[in-house]
């Protein structure tokens, strides 16, 4: 049973655009969201994280937009740079318990 | 910054063989992880532990067993390796929410 379906697998945009990842989960006890992203090479790294009672969380040029009704978040990159190229990994956490990560989105901005 | 640090980067070892998988911590962290990270497949947990002594298992934990003697130190056993656990393994320790992961070793079994 997958917990945190993340969308698409994979996006290329051109460089300037905004390449949103989606996922939703099932368990309403998660209460923690965050992303991470991975370059080549490395492990992924925490980029930005929500909890539930906000609806939008920026850093940045990136952009967590959360909707508690419909058991959805989605990761927005603003002006997006080739640099910005890496696999993004969305995740939910329910109180004591470990994190449950989505499948993983692998993004390539274009020069 | 946390570091958390794999012994190898690269490992290639043969089936049956019995394989240990390294990871240390420097920020005294209680809670450690491992994941193994396939593609299409996402990132996996395989074993934590939340102290010295004492591990969980995750969501895959067949052909795997760990140890945790020392708090900075986690280590991963494949007890017989096989061809289907070529694959990149991820070590993570963790403070509250914030997960710090390793570089991983990638490990193919032949």
């Known amino acids: 049973q997958q917990q945190v379906k993340q969308s698409p697998q994979s996006l290329i945009v051109q460089k300037g655009g905004i390449p949103i990842i989606n996922c939703a989960y099932e368990n309403t006890a998660f209460d923690y969201f965050p992303w991470y992203q991975q370059f080549p090479g490395k492990g992924p790294a925490l980029l930005i994280a929500i909890r539930p009672d906000v609806s939008e969380k920026k850093e940045g040029r990136f952009t967590i937009s959360f909707n508690k009704s419909a058991k959805q978040f989605s990761l927005h990159i603003m002006d997006s740079q080739p640099g910005d190229s890496a696999t993004y990994f969305c995740a939910a956490k329910k109180p004591l318990s470990t994190l449950t990560f989505g499948k993983g989105t692998m993004l390539l901005v274009s020069p | 910054d946390v570091k958390v640090t794999q012994s190898s980067r690269y490992l290639v070892k043969r089936t049956g063989e019995k394989v240990f998988l390294e990871c240390v911590q420097d920020?005294?962290?209680?809670?450690m992880f491992w994941y193994r990270q396939d593609p299409g497949l996402g990132l996996r947990l395989i074993y934590f532990?939340?102290?010295?002594?004492?591990?969980e298992k995750g969501d895959i934990p067949e052909g795997y067993s760990v140890s945790r003697e020392k708090k900075e130190r986690f280590s991963l056993i494949l007890e017989s390796a096989s061809t289907n656990q070529t694959s990149m393994y991820l070590c993570?320790?963790?403070?509250?929410?914030?997960?710090?992961f390793g570089s991983g070793t990638r490990l193919t079994v032949v």
């Open positions: 920020m005294d962290h209680e809670n």
């Open positions: 532990s939340y102290d010295v002594k004492m591990k």
């Open positions: 993570a320790s963790r403070t509250g929410t914030g997960y710090t």
